[in-house]
């Protein structure tokens, strides 16, 4: 089993809708979890940066960390077809940084 | 702000050629990474480096490859001999050490051995 598990999709829904992408891990010493999106034939750029448990809103896009059942979500409201790319989460525990990496969700909003 | 710079973009070689790397990371940025992803395994981490040492080496694959930082703005990922399974996007990223987490990226090499 891997340390984190993340749905490869894609995933794809109308622009305007409410999108909802999600981790599991099983690693409890995880405390730092973040949020990379990739756009096509580019880097990883961080999105959503989150210690601990608890929420964190940057504009259009929510973190949300649940660590009693292992669980990390990023929603993003009024998606728009920008959105569009793979959104890969990441989480380390003491050693910063060593990342430990989903697989990604390629996300898809159609105009 | 000129961000995380690779060259090559695109690398294309045969077989048992050498093929070298190149990353200039954010300026003022003391950690820096090499990552390869493929859409079998992801992203790997290869090496990381602190302050121009390399602190851990663990992800790099075999002896065939090599990594340097002989200065602050300069590094090197070399392969030698290259195999068709090498084939890959190699990404470098660098961050500042007390925000390790807060990788910046550059626009990766795509590696083609044939």
Known sequence: QKE???????????????????????????????????????????????????????????????????????????????????????????SNYQLIWGAGTKLIIKP | DAGVIQSPRHEVTEMGQEVTLRCKPISGHN???????TMMRGLEL?????????IDDSGMPEDRFSAKMPNASFSTLKIQPSEPRDSAVYFCASSLLRTENEQFFGPGTRLTVL
């Open chain 2, 31 to 37: 950690s820096l990474f090499w990552y390869r992803q």
């Open chain 1, 4 to 94: 984190v598990e993340q749905d490869p999709g894609p995933l794809s829904v109308p622009e305007g809708a409410i999108v909802s992408l999600n981790c599991t891990y099983s690693n409890s010493a995880f405390q730092y979890f973040m949020w990379y999106r990739q756009y096509s034939r580019k880097g990883p750029e961080l999105l959503m940066y989150t210690y601990s448990s608890g929420n964190k809103e940057d504009g259009r896009f929510t973190a949300q960390v649940d660590k009693s059942s292992k669980y990390i979500s990023l929603f993003i409201r009024d998606s728009q077809p920008s959105d569009s790319a793979t959104y890969l989460c990441a989480m380390s525990g003491g």
């Open chain 2, 46 to 54: 290869l090496i990381y480096f602190n302050n121009n040492v390399p």
